[in-house]
């Protein structure tokens, strides 16, 4: 069955780094794109971009440039999304969710159980 | 790009049907047969309900159902049950390479 299966909970200072893995199993990894999705205490899904996983291309969306990088391990069928200078505002739970194409980014099928980053001093 | 419109709550007793809008534009909604609908359980990830706009995965109850007209897509839950109780989102390509998710509503089950 698919499983997509993401790292546990982080606590980070703020201006420090952290990188959320995502690993997938129940599928050929490299067939099917991923979203990124986060979700802030109390507030509702945002999307934040999708990486084609057999070219490896990212895309981000508006308000997650600079700071946000998508990225792929193709050899353990993981992708990794890591953000830099963290801030107070970037607490929250991400989300892989699988995308069934690779031409474009779609509402997604499967999601990953999330990854509570917290950024407090 | 704005979020897509949905009512922030919603309501019914067990037995009974609702159905959640989720409007959107010309260029989202209107343009693609690309709407999902997720539920979410507190403390939870999103379940696909329905995708592609009317279409339900394996797995899920045909209490649940999908349909859309011009730029408002809809949800309708029939014959509530207490397990109904949760937050849906809806969710459409937009176009240019990019996805949208309406804010969310709250269903409670009275």
């Known amino acids: 069955q698919v499983q997509l299966v993401q790292s546990g909970s982080e606590l980070k200072m703020p201006g420090a780094s952290v990188k959320v893995s995502c690993k997938a199993s129940?599928?050929?990894?490299?067939?099917?794109?991923l979203n990124w999705v986060r979700q802030a205490p109390g507030q509702g899904l945002e999307w934040m971009g999708w990486?084609?996983?057999?070219?490896?291309?990212?895309t981000y969306a508006q308000g997650f440039t600079g700071r946000f990088v998508f990225s792929l391990d193709t050899s353990v069928s993981t992708a990794y999304l890591q953000i830099s200078s963290l801030k107070a505002e970037d607490t929250a739970v991400y989300y892989c969710?699988?995308?069934?194409?690779?031409?474009?980014?779609?509402?997604?099928?499967?999601w990953g159980q999330g990854t509570l980053v917290t950024v407090s001093s | 790009q704005s979020a897509l419109t949905q009512p922030a709550s919603v309501s019914g007793s067990p037995g009974q049907s609702i159905t959640i809008s989720c409007t959107g534009t010309s260029s989202d909604v209107g343009s693609y047969n690309l709407v999902s609908w997720y539920q979410q359980h507190p403390g939870k990830a999103p379940k696909l309900m329905i995708y592609?706009?009317?279409k339900r995965p394996s797995g899920v109850s045909n209490r649940f159902s999908g349909s859309k007209s011009g730029n408002t897509a809809s949800l309708t839950i029939s014959g509530l049950q207490a397990e109904d109780e949760a937050d849906y989102y809806c969710?459409?390509?937009?176009?240019?390479?990019?996805?949208?998710f309406g804010g969310g509503t709250k269903l409670t089950v009275l």
């Open positions: 969710a699988r995308i069934t194409s690779m031409l474009r980014p779609k509402p997604p099928d499967y």
């Open positions: 990486i084609n996983t057999n070219t490896g291309n990212p």
């Open positions: 129940g599928y050929t990894f490299t067939t099917y794109a």
């Open positions: 969710c459409s390509y937009a176009g240019s390479s990019t996805v949208i």
């Open positions: 592609e706009d009317n």
